[in-house]
C-alpha cells in the first residue's frame, strides 16, 4: 500500500494509536488520580484521624461488688448497632494492655442510634459505620455484668468532650480511631458521666 510506504503516514498512525490508548486508559480509570476513582469508587480508609485520650483512667471508689452475678465478657469485636444506614466509614480502637475489658458506645447526636463494641485488653479493632456526629463513650472493668450494668457499680464512664465526626469530603471518607492511652498531650479529652447515660 502507498500509503504505508511513506515513513510519515506511519508516525501519523502510530501518534493516533497511542493517544487513542492513552484516552481509553484515562477516562476508563486506569490512572490513579482520573475522573473515574472518584464517587461511588472511595476507599473507606481513604484518611484518618487518631484520638488519643490526654488522661489516664481514672478509677472508681471502690464499691463492693457481688462478683459471683458476673456472665461472660460478650468477646472481641462484639458490635451493637440499632441503625440500618449505609455503613462506609471507619471506626477503629486500640485499647490497653492493663487486663481490662473495654466497651465503647457511639450515639448518633441527630438521631440517636448506637453502635457499640466490646473488647479485650491490649488489642486493635476496626468496623464500619454510617457516617454522621457521634458522642463518643467509654468505660473498662473486670468483671461483666451486662448490658444494663456493664462493669457493675464501679464502672466509671468517660464521654468524649467533642463529638467525633465521620464524613465524606469530595473523594475522601474520614474515618477516627481512638487510642485508649493517656497521655499528657493527648487530643481527645473526656469527662465523667453517670453510668445510666450509656447503660440500655
Do not use: C
Amino acid at each position: 500500500m502507498k500509503f504505508f510506504s511513506n515513513p510519515a503516514n506511519i508516525l501519523r498512525v502510530l501518534i493516533v494509536i497511542l493517544l487513542a490508548v492513552f484516552l481509553f486508559m484515562y477516562f476508563g480509570g486506569h490512572f490513579p488520580n482520573s475522573p473515574k476513582n472518584s464517587g461511588n469508587n472511595i476507599s473507606p480508609s481513604s484518611n484518618f484521624l487518631g484520638l488519643q485520650i490526654n488522661q489516664p483512667h481514672v478509677l472508681a471508689p471502690h464499691v463492693a461488688e457481688n462478683t459471683d452475678e458476673a456472665i461472660p465478657f460478650p468477646g472481641h469485636g462484639v458490635v451493637r448497632n440499632t441503625s440500618f444506614d449505609e455503613a462506609i466509614a471507619i471506626f477503629g480502637v486500640e485499647t490497653q494492655n492493663d487486663g481490662n475489658y473495654v466497651y465503647i458506645l457511639l450515639r448518633n447526636i441527630e438521631n440517636g442510634n448506637r453502635i457499640s463494641v466490646t473488647l479485650e485488653p491490649n488489642s486493635k479493632f476496626e468496623t464500619l459505620i454510617p457516617l454522621g456526629e457521634y458522642e463518643a463513650f467509654y468505660t473498662a472493668g473486670h468483671y461483666w455484668f451486662g448490658y444494663e450494668r456493664l462493669f457493675g457499680k464501679n464502672s466509671v464512664v468517660e464521654k468524649a468532650v467533642d463529638n467525633l465526626l465521620f464524613y465524606q469530603d469530595d473523594d475522601s471518607i474520614m474515618g477516627l480511631t481512638i487510642i485508649l492511652e493517656g497521655a499528657i498531650n493527648g487530643n481527645m479529652p473526656t469527662i465523667n458521666v453517670p453510668l445510666s447515660e450509656i447503660t440500655d
